[in-house]
Each structure stands twice: as structure tokens, then as C-alpha cells.
């Protein structure tokens, strides 16, 4: 069983920044691509991020490109989301997710563990 933590969620203005980290006690993440989701009140979750496990590739959804950067560190078997130029929807609950499968995956329903959500509220 992988569990995931996140944290770094916070009250920011429009236009702050944030880090976000996922990391895990026990098993190590750097055997899966991980995720980071999002999803606002209301709303269905989001894909937001993803990094591979070695290659360090990554995929970004529309709304975050340029703004958002995805990175891992193997040795701290944990995976950042920076986010930069924070706009007020951006606020929602961010979850990262991990999967064993080799591909850059979007959908929500590819990943078969999750963390429990660290809140992001951007105040405009």
C-alpha cells in the first residue's frame, strides 16, 4: 500500500506563489509517475500535473502551463507542484496520485492511490 501526504496548501493573494509537496512514509514513490489533481467545490477533479518516475518528463493541463511546475526529488522521495501567478481559480483542494503504469496519464481514474488533499485558497 502506497500512502501519500501532501502539504504546503495555504490563504494566498492573486498573484503569490505556493509549493506544494506529496511525498510517503514506507514504500518510495520513485517507481511511479505522480499526479496532482485539483478539484474546487462543485466541481469534478481535475488533472493538473504529471512527472514520470526516472525521466523526469512531464504533461501539464491547459490552465496551469507556464504557470505551474512540476519536479521531483528521488533522493527525498518527494514530488513538488509550484504554482506561480496564483489566480483565484486556482483555489480548490490539490491531491497528488500515483501510478505504476509507464504513461503520462490524465484521467483521475488511472491512479490507484491518492493523498488525502491539501487545501489552496487564492483570495482575489
Known amino acids: 500500500q502506497l500512502q501519500l501526504v501532501e502539504s504546503g496548501g495555504g490563504l494566498v493573494q492573486a498573484g503569490d506563489s505556493l509549493r506544494l509537496s506529496c511525498t510517503t512514509s514506507?514504500?518510495?514513490?520513485?517507481?511511479?509517475?505522480i499526479a496532482w489533481f485539483r478539484q474546487a467545490p462543485g466541481k469534478e477533479r481535475e488533472f493538473v500535473a504529471v512527472?514520470?518516475?526516472?525521466?523526469?518528463?512531464?504533461a501539464y493541463a491547459d490552465s496551469t502551463k507556464g504557470r505551474f511546475t512540476i519536479s521531483r526529488d528521488n533522493d527525498k522521495n518527494t514530488v513538488y507542484l509550484q504554482m506561480h501567478s496564483l489566480h483565484p481559480e486556482d483555489t480548490a483542494v490539490y491531491y497528488c496520485?500515483?501510478?505504476?503504469?509507464?504513461?503520462?496519464?490524465?484521467?483521475?481514474?488511472?491512479?490507484?492511490?491518492w493523498g488525502q488533499g491539501t487545501q489552496v485558497t487564492v483570495s482575489s
Open positions: 496520485a500515483a501510478t505504476s503504469q509507464q504513461v503520462l496519464l490524465t484521467g483521475p481514474t488511472s491512479y490507484k492511490y
Open positions: 514506507g514504500r518510495t514513490l520513485n517507481y511511479n509517475h
Open positions: 512527472i514520470s518516475d526516472t525521466t523526469r518528463r512531464s
